[in-house]
């Protein structure tokens, strides 16, 4: 089973340069999500989609772009990589039923801005 | 807002010693809370839940109870592992919406 998948798993950008976070899951969530974790902070809430061509903003949305074009696929943009965003990033999926269920998590990408 | 505060770390244990992690919460109306563990160089996993006031979570020898009346949700184990070692977040998500809201995170090490 592979859960909720993300690539690639570690990343070097010079400040400026733009990639994607790709994040899969093959458990037919609707929800999907991004979080950074950083020392001392804990996790983050980047964005959140809970379904294809569904997506919005969660606490720390700015730098980021997201897009939900199907079901499977959660994919996170860097427009312009900054210092700032050196993190590890965690892509998270789960039932509809949110509030009674769990995060799935992927393993995590960590990114170096430089 | 809905926040959830969790001690600071990190905290040093010998194995088969008695383990708690304390969480508050502050929410409105009745949130669901969690233990998530990240062990080392994995993502987060869901180590235990409650769902509602009074509930008791438990997994692997841990457990948590939903204290409504001190708004906490405190992490224990009586005897602890080596295999132990990870960091611990509580969580909670609101009875609306769709945001999880995490608390910092708790490292533990277990020495032999």
């Known amino acids: 089973n592979a859960g909720v998948t993300q690539t690639p798993k570690f990343q070097v950008l010079k400040t400026g340069q733009s990639m994607t976070l790709q994040c899969a899951q093959d458990?037919?969530?609707?929800?999907m999500s991004w979080y950074r974790q950083d020392p001392g902070m804990g996790l983050r809430l980047i964005h959140y989609?809970?379904?294809?061509?569904?997506?919005d903003q969660g606490e720390v949305p700015n730098g980021y772009n997201v897009s939900r074009s199907t079901t499977e696929d959660f994919p996170l943009r860097l427009l312009s990589a900054a210092p700032s965003q050196t993190s590890v990033y965690f892509c998270?999926?789960?039932?509809?039923?949110?509030?009674?269920?769990?995060?799935?998590f992927g393993e995590g990408s960590r990114l170096t801005v430089l | 807002g809905d926040s959830v505060t969790q001690m600071e770390g990190p905290v040093t244990l010998s194995e088969e010693a008695f383990l708690t992690i304390n969480c508050t919460y502050t929410a409105t109306g009745y949130p669901s809370l969690f233990w998530y563990v990240q062990y080392p160089g994995e993502g987060l996993q869901l180590l235990l839940k409650a769902t509602k006031a009074d509930d008791k979570g438990s997994n692997k020898g841990f457990e948590a109870t939903y204290r409504k009346e001190t708004t906490s949700f405190h992490l224990e184990k009586g005897s602890v592992q080596v295999s132990d070692s990870a960091v611990y977040f509580c969580?909670?998500?609101?009875?609306?919406?769709?945001?999880?809201?995490f608390g910092t995170g708790t490292s533990l090490t277990v020495i032999p």
């Open positions: 998270a999926s789960s039932y509809e039923d949110r509030h009674t269920g769990e995060l799935f």
């Open positions: 989609s809970v379904g294809a061509g569904i997506t």
């Open positions: 969580a909670l998500h609101p009875n609306t919406g769709n945001q999880f809201y």
């Open positions: 458990m037919n969530h609707e929800y």
